[in-house]
């Protein structure tokens, strides 16, 4: 686990941590051993640090969303089970790429986070 950011609050420092990302790894058996609650608890946990993450981007007070190049979208897109899988294969090949970019003057640390969903119809109860 590593300190994300400390922010002073009433006297006191408020830390944030992250995971290391490299120290998580579960293999494909792991992941579908988990049951559709603890992924809902998981998913919630990701998508409440993203609100954070953008909360603290904007708290700086000092935001600009288009010239700091700050994007939330959702693209749906069609594909087969075979293009799905190129495309993440990709993907992967071009998020690996600048991930393992060095700091260097004018580099920018960003986060850029994925979501794959496929549309299923709901389950009537």
Do not use: C, N, W
């Not at 002073?8 to 290391?20: F, M, N, Q, T, W």
């Not at 969303?65 to 994007?71: E, N, T």
């Not at 790429?97 to 700091?103: D, G, L, N, S, T």
């Amino acid at each position: 686990m590593t300190v994300a950011s400390e922010t002073p609050v009433r006297g006191a420092l408020e830390r944030s941590y992250r995971i290391d990302p490299g120290t998580v790894r579960l293999t494909k058996e792991e992941i579908k051993a988990i049951d559709p609650e603890t992924h809902q608890k998981y998913f919630s946990i990701f998508v409440a640090s993203l609100l954070e993450d953008f909360g603290r981007y904007t708290r700086t007070g000092d935001i600009d969303v288009v010239g700091d190049d700050v994007h939330y979208l959702q693209i749906p897109i069609l594909a087969t089970p075979e293009e799905f899988a190129s495309f993440m294969k990709g993907l992967a090949a071009l998020v690996k790429k600048f991930a393992e970019h060095k700091p260097a003057q004018h580099r920018i640390r960003r986060t850029v986070s994925i979501v794959t969903l496929p549309e299923k119809p709901t389950k009537a109860r």
